[in-house]
C-alpha cells in the first residue's frame, strides 16, 4: 500500500535540514552587566551682581538678582535723598548748579551787601540835591534885608564855601561806594564760579566711588560663592583648618572693604548735598 503524505510548504527564510540547524554556532551579544551611564552637571551661573545667572531660558529673570537691583535702587534713592539728580553728565552738572547758586548763603549775603550799598548811593544823590537849596538860602536874606550889606555877602560865601566841602565828600563817599558795589560783584562772580567747582568735582567724584563701590560688591558676592564651595568641600573633609579660616578671613576683609567704600559713597553724597542744597564756602 503506498501512503500519500500531504505536501508542506516552507517558508525561504527557514533552512530544511535539521542537522545544519543543529551544528550552526549561536552569536550572543556581550553585555556588559549594571552599566551606569555618568551624567554630566552643568554648573548654574554663579550670580555676582555684575554678570547675569546662567540660565536655559533666556527670558528667565533670577528673583536674587531682581531683589538685588531692588535694594541697590533704593539705596541709591536714599542717597540721591532731594536732590535734583545725582551723576556727572552735563545736563545734571547743569541743574545742580543752577539750585545751588540759588540756594547759596554766601551769595544771599553778598546780594544784600550790594543792595544797601545802592541805597546808600541813592540817599547820597538825595542829599545832594538838597544842598543846592542850601547854596541859594543867603541870598534870600540879602534881596529880603538892603542892610548889612558886607554881613551877608560874607556869609555867602562862607555858606557856598562850605558848601563845597560838602560836596566835595558827597562825590567822594559816592565814589568809594560805587567801588564797593564794583568790589562785591567781583566777589559775587567768584563765589559762584567756586560753586560750580565744587559741583562738578563733587559729582565727578561720587561717580567714582559709585563704580568702586559696585566692583567691591561684585567682589565680594563672588568670594562668598566661592567660600560657600569650599566650605562643603571642607566639611567632607577635603583641605586643613588653618586654610579655611585664612579663606573666611580673606571673605572677611572683602565685606569690610565693601562697607568701607559704601561708607565713601555716602560722605559725597553727604557733600553734594551740602553744595547743591545748602551752602559750601
Known amino acids: 500500500m503506498i501512503l500519500c503524505l500531504p505536501s508542506i510548504a516552507i517558508a525561504n527564510d527557514v533552512d530544511p535540514d535539521p542537522l545544519k540547524l543543529i551544528t550552526q554556532p549561536i552569536t550572543v551579544n556581550p553585555t556588559t552587566p549594571n552599566k551606569v551611564t555618568p551624567r554630566t552637571i552643568k554648573p548654574s551661573g554663579i550670580n555676582d551682581g555684575a554678570n547675569p545667572t546662567t540660565t536655559s531660558d533666556p527670558n528667565a529673570i533670577d528673583p536674587v538678582e531682581l531683589s538685588?537691583?531692588?535694594?541697590?535702587?533704593?539705596?541709591?534713592?536714599?542717597?540721591?535723598?532731594?536732590?535734583?539728580?545725582?551723576?556727572?553728565?552735563?545736563?545734571?552738572?547743569?541743574l545742580s548748579t543752577d539750585k545751588a547758586i540759588s540756594n547759596s548763603t554766601t551769595l544771599k549775603n553778598l546780594d544784600q551787601q550790594i543792595a544797601q550799598n545802592q541805597t546808600n548811593v541813592k540817599a547820597i544823590a538825595e542829599?545832594?540835591?538838597?544842598?543846592?537849596?542850601?547854596?541859594?538860602?543867603?541870598?534870600?536874606?540879602?534881596?529880603?534885608?538892603?542892610?548889612g550889606l558886607g554881613s551877608i555877602v560874607g556869609s555867602v560865601f562862607d555858606n557856598l564855601a562850605g558848601n563845597a566841602r560838602t560836596d566835595q565828600t558827597i562825590a567822594q563817599n559816592n565814589a568809594t561806594l560805587q567801588i564797593r558795589i564794583a568790589e562785591i560783584e567781583r566777589s559775587k562772580l567768584d563765589a559762584k564760579a567756586r560753586?560750580?567747582?565744587?559741583?562738578?568735582?563733587?559729582?565727578?567724584?561720587?561717580?567714582?566711588?559709585?563704580?568702586?563701590?559696585?566692583?567691591?560688591?561684585?567682589?565680594?558676592?563672588?568670594?562668598?560663592?566661592?567660600?560657600?564651595?569650599?566650605?562643603?568641600?571642607?566639611?567632607?573633609?577635603?583641605g586643613d583648618t588653618n586654610s579655611f579660616i585664612s579663606l573666611q578671613n580673606g571673605l572677611d576683609r572683602t565685606r569690610l572693604g565693601v562697607t568701607e567704600s559704601k561708607a565713601a559713597m555716602r560722605s559725597q553724597a553727604a557733600k553734594i548735598k551740602r553744595i547743591v542744597l545748602g551752602d559750601e564756602a
Not at 69 to 94: N, R, T, Y
Not at 127 to 147: E, H, M, R, Y
Open 68 to 94: 538685588q537691583k531692588a535694594d541697590k535702587d533704593a539705596e541709591f534713592d536714599l542717597l540721591k535723598g532731594e536732590l535734583p539728580c545725582l551723576d556727572s553728565s552735563s545736563s545734571c552738572i547743569s
Open 127 to 147: 542829599s545832594a540835591k538838597g544842598n543846592i537849596f542850601t547854596q541859594i538860602q543867603p541870598f534870600v536874606s540879602f534881596l529880603s534885608a538892603p542892610i
Open 195 to 238: 560753586i560750580e567747582d565744587s559741583v562738578i568735582s563733587s559729582l565727578i567724584q561720587f561717580d567714582t566711588l559709585k563704580v568702586e563701590a559696585d566692583i567691591s560688591v561684585a567682589i565680594a558676592n563672588r568670594e562668598s560663592s566661592r567660600f560657600k564651595l569650599i566650605e562643603i568641600g571642607y566639611r567632607l573633609g577635603e
